[in-house]
């Protein structure tokens, strides 16, 4: 029997001035929603506020058994958390790509919104050109861009998360206009403000439907750049949306990276090329950011090179004069002056490393602009990084793997040339 679709939410806020969680509930959270400042792929990030009130379905805070604590609170203050960003051992000046509330709150809530330009004027009055980076689906007006461009170093892109969703038991802001509204808004105010319009997650039977691509393209036609991606598949945020009647494809095939078929990344990139914009479109966070500012990638994805046919001849060429194998004595500088410790073997395109952990792995990524891979986390020839469903590895990559499992103890035990 059908569950009926509820009617809209009235979208609350939150307030706007945030309290403090109290050390008793902070020591009650999930480790990882305690840590203020973490390492992702997109960048190092700050997250001293925690809490949301736009209910989407299939949130990341399912994950950490936060999803149900829906008003933005402080875990500290402003100025301890921006000490915290700035003196963590990965952040490097003008290179470390940062990222500011993306883990638990939308940095343009009411409350949220005055911390967020607290941090940005803090890094620019220090002269700090780094990419920041900040997804939010929420309310930019005028004023805000008035704000953001008044910024004179720090290099801010907006992600709108956008996907063309329209059921509100899985997105409570599908029914209103506040997305779109914001995205034409920062187009028009921006100038050295990026805008991209992150278009995720796309799901088969959500809004993979053409007319719901056709609209978010035509909505995007207006951005720098168009960033698409699919979606977190676990546990936590299915048993969720089927408790609201949500239908959720993929089964219970549940993984720690985002779901996205390849037959669905051809789709979306036919309905890219048959829409008619001149907006481009990337299939990683790091590349669309890196166009939009007219510098190499980041994360170094020329050395998955099946990524990139897509990208733009000149942003090709960019990241290809970029793209530099590090010798080991390289590889080991960058080691010792992170502080870790790890065996490793430098291959085609990318390093193997083990048992660092996905976090150091980004800082040294983002130190070198290349890919630092995971021996027991292997990426696969067009899976691009995502699960493996819908991408059955051949006989050929396991026994490519199997050799380099082989190879891996016996290269880290001898100094080769440099």
Same mark, same amino acid.
């Given at each position: 029997?059908?569950?009926?679709?509820?009617?809209?939410?009235?979208?609350?806020?939150? #307030?706007? @001035?945030?309290?403090?969680?109290?050390?008793?509930?902070?020591?009650?959270?999930?480790?990882?929603?305690?840590?203020?400042?973490?390492?992702?792929?997109?960048?190092?990030?700050?997250?001293?506020?925690?809490?949301?009130?736009?209910?989407?379905?299939?949130?990341? =805070?399912?994950?950490?058994?936060?999803?149900?604590?829906?008003? #933005?609170?402080?875990?500290?203050?402003?100025?301890?958390?921006?000490?915290?960003?700035?003196?963590?051992?990965?952040?490097?000046?003008?290179?470390?790509?940062?990222?500011?509330?993306?883990?638990?709150?939308?940095?343009?809530?009411?409350?949220?919104?005055?911390?967020?330009?607290?941090?940005?004027?803090?890094?620019?009055?220090?002269?700090?050109?780094?990419?920041?980076?900040?997804?939010?689906?929420? *309310?930019?007006?005028?004023?805000?861009?008035?704000?953001?461009?008044?910024?004179? @170093?720090? =290099?801010?892109?907006?992600?709108?998360?956008?996907?063309?969703?329209?059921?509100?038991?899985?997105?409570?802001?599908?029914?209103?206009?506040?997305?779109?509204?914001?995205?034409?808004?920062?187009?028009?105010? *921006?100038?050295?403000?990026?805008?991209?319009? !992150?278009?995720?997650?796309?799901? #088969?039977?959500?809004?993979?439907?053409?007319?719901?691509?056709?609209?978010?393209?035509?909505?995007?036609?207006?951005?720098?750049?168009?960033?698409?991606?699919?979606? !977190?598949?676990?546990?936590?945020?299915?048993?969720?949306?089927?408790?609201?009647?949500?239908?959720?494809?993929?089964?219970?095939?549940?993984? =720690?990276?985002?779901?996205?078929?390849?037959?669905?990344?051809?789709?979306?990139?036919?309905?890219?090329?048959?829409?008619?914009?001149?907006?481009?479109?990337?299939?990683?966070?790091?590349?669309?950011?890196?166009?939009?500012?007219?510098?190499?990638?980041?994360?170094?994805?020329?050395?998955?090179?099946?990524?990139?046919?897509?990208?733009?001849?000149?942003?090709?060429?960019?990241?290809?004069?970029?793209?530099?194998?590090?010798? =080991?004595?390289?590889?080991?500088?960058?080691?010792?002056?992170?502080?870790?410790?790890?065996?490793?073997?430098?291959?085609?395109? @990318?390093?193997?490393?083990?048992?660092?952990?996905?976090?150091?792995?980004?800082?040294?990524?983002?130190?070198?602009? !290349?890919?630092?891979?995971?021996?027991?986390?292997p990426h696969l020839l067009h899976a691009h990084g995502r699960s493996l469903i819908g991408y059955p590895p051949s006989g050929d990559q396991q026994q490519q793997l199997t050799e380099i499992r082989t190879r891996f103890?016996?290269?880290?035990?001898?100094?080769?040339?440099?």
């Amino acid at each position: 029997m059908s569950v009926p679709i509820r009617p809209p939410v009235q979208l609350a806020a939150g #307030p706007k @001035h945030l309290q403090h969680l109290s050390a008793e509930q902070i020591a009650a959270l999930d480790p990882y929603m305690a840590q203020i400042v973490t390492y992702r792929k997109s960048g190092l990030s700050l997250n001293h506020i925690i809490g949301c009130p736009l209910d989407c379905g299939y949130c990341v =805070r399912h994950f950490w058994g936060d999803f149900e604590h829906k008003v #933005p609170h402080l875990l500290c203050t402003t100025d301890e958390a921006i000490e915290l960003l700035v003196t963590h051992e990965g952040f490097r000046p003008s290179s470390t790509p940062i990222q500011i509330f993306n883990k638990a709150t939308d940095p343009f809530l009411p409350g949220v919104k005055p911390h967020l330009f607290q941090v940005l004027r803090a890094l620019d009055e220090c002269s700090l050109d780094n990419l920041v980076l900040i997804i939010t689906r929420f *309310k930019v007006t005028e004023q805000d861009m008035a704000v953001l461009e008044q910024l004179q @170093h720090v =290099r801010v892109t907006l992600l709108f998360t956008y996907s063309g969703i329209s059921d509100p038991r899985i997105e409570p802001i599908a029914k209103s206009s506040i997305t779109t509204t914001s995205i034409a808004t920062a187009c028009a105010h *921006k100038k050295r403000t990026k805008v991209v319009l !992150y278009w995720r997650p796309i799901v #088969p039977g959500w809004n993979d439907q053409s007319e719901t691509m056709g609209h978010v393209l035509t909505v995007g036609a207006q951005t720098d750049a168009i960033v698409f991606t699919g979606y !977190y598949h676990k546990a936590e945020n299915a048993d969720y949306l089927r408790g609201i009647g949500v239908t959720v494809p993929y089964a219970d095939e549940f993984n =720690r990276r985002k779901v996205l078929p390849g037959e669905l990344d051809a789709t979306i990139i036919t309905a890219w090329h048959e829409s008619g914009i001149t907006t481009p479109l990337f299939r990683k966070t790091s590349c669309g950011v890196s166009f939009a500012h007219t510098v190499p990638d980041y994360n170094g994805h020329w050395g998955v090179r099946e990524l990139c046919d897509i990208c733009p001849k000149a942003q090709q060429d960019l990241c290809a004069d970029d793209h530099r194998q590090p010798t =080991r004595g390289e590889f080991d500088t960058v080691l010792a002056g992170l502080g870790y410790t790890t065996d490793f073997l430098i291959d085609d395109g @990318h390093v193997w490393t083990h048992g660092l952990g996905e976090q150091r792995r980004y800082a040294i990524q983002h130190t070198l602009r !290349y890919q630092i891979w995971e021996l027991d986390q292997p990426h696969l020839l067009h899976a691009h990084g995502r699960s493996l469903i819908g991408y059955p590895p051949s006989g050929d990559q396991q026994q490519q793997l199997t050799e380099i499992r082989t190879r891996f103890p016996q290269a880290t035990r001898f100094d080769e040339e440099d």
